[in-house]
């Protein structure tokens, strides 16, 4: 079965840093890209970064491109982004999500972690 | 990277059908066969329910079936039942390993 099981988020101000992980298990981890979804609360859902699978590369959302450095460590099992500059607008729950091999979707989510940033 | 069209709400009763409409462009769910949909129900993660504009996951009762036609991706329950009422996401790839969502459409079954 696969799990995905995010921690990491917190309370934090204008302008500082946060890093959010993601353990991932049941599945061949280093085969599947990987990403990062947020949702505001209260609203919906917005793609926030990419690692591809197999040694791909990594993207981001114009709204986070400069700040947010995704990352991961097969050897590991581990997921993580690294959130800088934070501004009150980033307040969500992210989630870690999966995507289906061979396909553009997100077939398994996390629970989500909260990140609030506020001063 | 602007979010894709949906419907704030729709509505039903148990055992009648509903369609989600998806409207995004020609940049994203008219230029890709890549359109997916997630459930949310509240307090809970997305739940993956169709891919591929039209594919089911496994376990996906086929009650819930996809579609596409030019830029607007839709998603039809047919015999709408009270676990159906959920908050509902359209996502679709928009190219250069991007994607966006829509911005999700509460069903109510009345």
């Known amino acids: 079965e696969v799990q995905l099981l995010e921690s990491g988020g917190g309370l934090v101000q204008p302008g500082g840093s946060l890093r959010l992980s993601c353990a991932a298990s049941?599945?061949?981890?280093?085969?599947?890209?990987m990403s990062w979804v947020r949702q505001t609360p209260g609203r919906g859902l917005v793609w926030v970064s990419v690692?591809?699978?197999?040694?791909?590369?990594?993207y981001y959302a114009d709204s986070v491109k400069g700040r947010f450095t995704i990352s991961r460590d097969n050897s590991k099992n581990t997921l993580w982004l690294h959130m800088s500059s934070l501004r009150a607008e980033d307040t969500a729950v992210y989630y870690c999500?999966?995507?289906?091999?061979?396909?553009?979707?997100?077939?398994?989510w996390g629970q989500g972690t909260l990140v609030t940033v506020s001063s | 990277q602007s979010a894709l069209t949906q419907p704030r709400s729709v509505s039903g009763s148990p055992g009648q059908s509903v369609t989600i409409s998806c409207t995004g462009t020609?940049?994203?769910?008219?230029?890709?066969?890549?359109v997916s949909w997630y459930q949310q129900h509240p307090g809970k993660a997305p739940k993956f329910m169709i891919y591929?504009?039209?594919k089911r996951p496994s376990g996906v009762p086929d009650r819930f079936s996809g579609s596409k036609s030019g830029n607007t991706a839709s998603l039809t329950i047919s015999g709408l039942q009270a676990d159906d009422e959920a908050d509902y996401y359209c996502?679709?790839?928009?190219?250069?390993?991007?994607?966006?969502f829509g911005g999700g459409t509460k069903v109510t079954v009345l």
């Open positions: 049941g599945f061949t981890f280093s085969s599947n890209a």
């Open positions: 690692f591809s699978g197999g040694g791909g590369g990594t």
């Open positions: 999500a999966k995507h289906l091999s061979g396909s553009w979707s997100f077939d398994s």
């Open positions: 020609s940049s994203d769910v008219g230029g890709y066969n890549y």
């Open positions: 996502c679709s790839y928009a190219g250069s390993f991007t994607w966006v």
């Open positions: 591929d504009v039209s």
